[in-house]
């Protein structure tokens, strides 16, 4: 048995749309894109959805439209994959870390308070694995403060948040659809919003800063020429990277259902083990797992044989070299404790019933020798 990192389901559904956008000769930011955001929107119920190159840039422009600069400081989680704050950087501004909830492994709201300074702008919190952070509590410690919140979604489509679907509590907020995600188009990127005009200005930065979209450019009669008022990017999704995720989107209720009932198989399979993460109701399309346990059997000779079938731990960003010297002080114990610990495993929505049980019954083979 071997769970690989990642391994989406793909079809033939996702090689013929791909097939279709090469016959019809319009490659990038054609009408596939325009359907993909009109799905994910539409799936999570905000009016707005602005397609881009990856979660990254997705999160980039957020922080530039929110107005993120040079001078300012943004409250991260310390426990996240390092795009999280490097984007902050590519601003100019300073990410400051704040410690995670041992029992969400996402940003602490108490710890936001103890982090603000005069010079913050912003808070990012991420919504780890698909564990929904507590945004309720974030958003009121936001307008006390008169803080910006963005949502950093990469690993959430579909999770949900006291009845609503992440990417609907009042936040721009950014997807990711790399290969390791819930659903893939390969690679690429979504900001949801409801703000007509920061997905209006997101249209225009993601291509260049261009006055016309290509789409109206195309469909005109006559010979229009776009101006440029802004300094863009190219930030823009092909539209062989929209047909893929198009189809992906028919397949997410599936894939939701089949990990959250793997993810049970898993609870109920290590139940006696109580520093397994308790999994929040109506949530992890992932699955993680945490503690000492598994540090433990990191140790242990069936893991290093392979018998540890996980993914790499989110990492404790805090600590990575880049950073230290860089950002402010602060104390992450919980984040570097989770570091060594955590086992996050793959609950891929395909492959044998049995692959749960019997990886647990590694799992806890390994901690009855330990
Ligand atoms: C929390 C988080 N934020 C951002 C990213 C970056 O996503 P992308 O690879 O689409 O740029 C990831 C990817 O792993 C992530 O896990």
């Known amino acids: 048995m071997n769970i690989p990192i990642t391994k989406p389901l793909l079809g033939l559904e996702e090689e013929r749309a791909v097939s279709q956008v090469i016959q019809s000769g319009w490659l990038v930011q054609g009408p596939k894109v325009v359907e993909f955001e009109r799905t994910v929107a539409d799936y999570v119920g905000v009016q707005h959805a602005v397609a881009v190159s990856s979660c990254t840039t997705a999160l980039h422009l957020a922080l530039i439209l929110c107005g993120i600069g040079l001078g300012d400081e943004v409250i991260v989680p310390s426990f996240t994959f390092i795009a999280t704050a490097n984007v902050v950087r590519h601003t100019g501004a300073t990410p400051v870390f704040v410690d995670i909830d ?172 109580n520093e397994v993460l308790q999994r929040q109701p109506g949530n992890a399309p992932l699955f993680v797992e945490r503690g000492q346990i598994f540090q433990q059997l990191g140790d242990s000779e069936s893991a290093k044989s392979g018998g540890a079938l996980g993914l790499p731990p989110p990492r404790s960003v805090s600590a990575s070299r880049q950073f230290v010297s860089r950002t402010p002080k602060f104390s992450s114990i919980i984040s570097e404790r989770s570091q060594p610990g955590v086992i996050a495993t793959a609950v891929p929505p395909w492959g044998p019933s049995s692959w749960p049980c019997e990886n647990a019954r590694r799992f806890t083979l390994c901690l009855t020798r330990s």
């Open 102 to 273: 041992p029992c969400t492994y996402n940003l602490h709201p108490e710890g936001i308070e103890a982090a603000i300074t005069p010079r913050t702008k912003a808070i990012m919190p991420v919504h780890q694995i698909g564990l929904a952070a507590d945004i309720d509590r974030i958003n009121v410690v936001a307008r006390q403060h008169d803080l910006v919140v963005i949502e950093d979604a990469a690993p959430a489509i579909g999770a949900m948040y006291k009845g609503k679907r992440v990417g609907d509590l009042g936040n721009p907020t950014c997807f990711s659809f790399h290969p390791r995600k819930v659903i893939t188009s390969g690679e690429g990127g979504m900001i949801l919003t409801n703000d007509e005009n920061l997905a209006e200005r997101a249209r225009l930065l993601r291509a260049h800063g261009m006055s016309l979209s290509d789409l109206a450019r195309h469909q005109a009669k006559n010979v229009v020429i776009e101006e440029y008022h802004d300094i863009g990017y190219n930030y823009r999704m092909s539209d062989l990277h929209a047909a893929v995720g198009i189809e992906q989107m028919k397949k997410l209720n599936f894939i939701l259902t089949r990990r959250k009932a793997i993810a049970e198989q898993y609870d109920a399979a290590l139940s006696d083990y």
